[in-house]
């Protein structure tokens, strides 16, 4: 498998990561909530710390794969972009997947929550741009149609 | 008139996105109020009972607020006479909403394990109404190609703006 194909691949997979982010959170809140659902809308403390026990091992999960999978796939995935001797530009932009990855990651040292809940909105905005990272670079996308000047100029080269 | 709620009906898609990503924000903000209090029974359930208003914002807002500005943006859809196509694909996002709803029932029915869906399904809806908008988008040079879409459907009793 070519580099270029790799890139594609690990992209697909980080996007992935990202959408399991969001479920894993989710499930999370869910639980959590369940301490509300009901006859009983003014739970006890106990109830309420019991449903917060219940859903911390999910919220574990999607901190394990914040601090860890995700950005080790974002380290391959700017690997691979010097692998594929993309341009700089493409680099560069692989590159920014990580500093908004450490963007996610100060919003939550902040630990004020009006302001470390930015961390759901960079998080669409990760996802998105490496959605369309992934996609402008697709490396099965049918030869002879480039979909940005970056690449006809990288397809020139090859 | 057709030009106005053309305009209007891209206005109010970019008020849809806001208020979808203000969802997130509301909910972000009731999670992290939980995760970041001091892990004691007392801590958690005074956090929890606190940041109440963010599940009654975002509880109000997707329940409420979305759905009528969906419902806004069709009536605006047909009043633009855009085409079929383009109506349905805004009747798209009516049934986003209908899914999204049934996934919180879901978890309110101690399904959470069905329900985490309700977030990825909420990212759908935010890159599905941000396709919308630029699909539609009646300003400027973009305002053109709308209107030439439109346009070549005039067979279909379509009418540019």
Redesign the interface.
């Known amino acids: 498998m070519s580099f270029r194909k790799a890139y594609s691949v690990v992209g697909a997979l980080l996007i992935f990561e990202y ?1 399991a982010q ?14 509300f ?1 009901g006859p009983d809308s003014h739970p ?3 109830a ?2 019991t449903a ?1 026990k219940n ?1 911390d091992p ?2 574990s999960l999607h901190v394990f794969n914040g601090y860890y999978i995700i950005p080790i796939t974002t380290l391959v995935l700017i690997g691979l972009s010097f692998g594929a001797r993309y341009p700089w530009k493409t680099t560069g932009l692989t590159a920014l997947l990580a500093m908004l990855l450490l963007l996610q990651m100060a919003l ?1 040292w902040v ?1 004020i ?2 302001v ?6 960079n ?2 905005v990760l ?2 741009f490496a959605g369309w990272l992934t996609w402008t670079n697709w490396a099965w996308r049918t030869p002879g149609v480039p979909v940005n000047a970056d690449q006809a100029a990288s397809a020139a080269h090859i | 008139m057709l030009n106005f709620s053309r305009k209007a009906y891209s206005v109010i898609s970019v008020l849809l996105l806001a208020e979808i ?1 203000a969802q ?13 209090a001091d892990d ?3 801590s ?2 005074k956090a ?2 606190d ?1 109440g208003m963010f ?1 009654g914002f975002h509880a109000l807002n997707g329940s409420l607020v979305i759905p009528v500005t969906i419902l806004v943006l069709l009536g605006l859809s047909f009043a633009s006479r855009y085409s079929w196509r383009t109506t349905g694909l805004t009747a798209v996002l009516a049934g986003l909403m209908i899914v999204q709803f049934l996934l919180a029932v879901a ?2 029915s ?1 399904l ?2 069905v ?6 399904n ?2 759908a809806l ?2 599905y109404a ?1 396709w919308m908008i630029r699909r539609n988008w009646a300003f400027g040079r973009n305002a053109l190609a709308t209107s030439a879409r439109a346009a070549g459907r005039v067979m279909t009793g379509e009418q540019p703006a």
């Open positions: 959408l969001f479920y894993l959170i989710a499930t999370a809140i869910f639980t959590v909530g369940q301490a659902d006890s403390s106990t309420i710390y917060f859903g999910i919220a939550v630990a929550p009006m470390t809940a930015l961390h759901a909105l998080a669409i996802v998105a | 990503l997130f924000y509301f909910i972000a903000a009731l999670a992290f109020s939980i995760w970041l004691n029974e007392k958690v359930a929890a009972n940041s599940a978890g309110l101690k959470a394990f329900a985490g869906f309700h977030a990825v909420g990212l935010v890159g941000a």
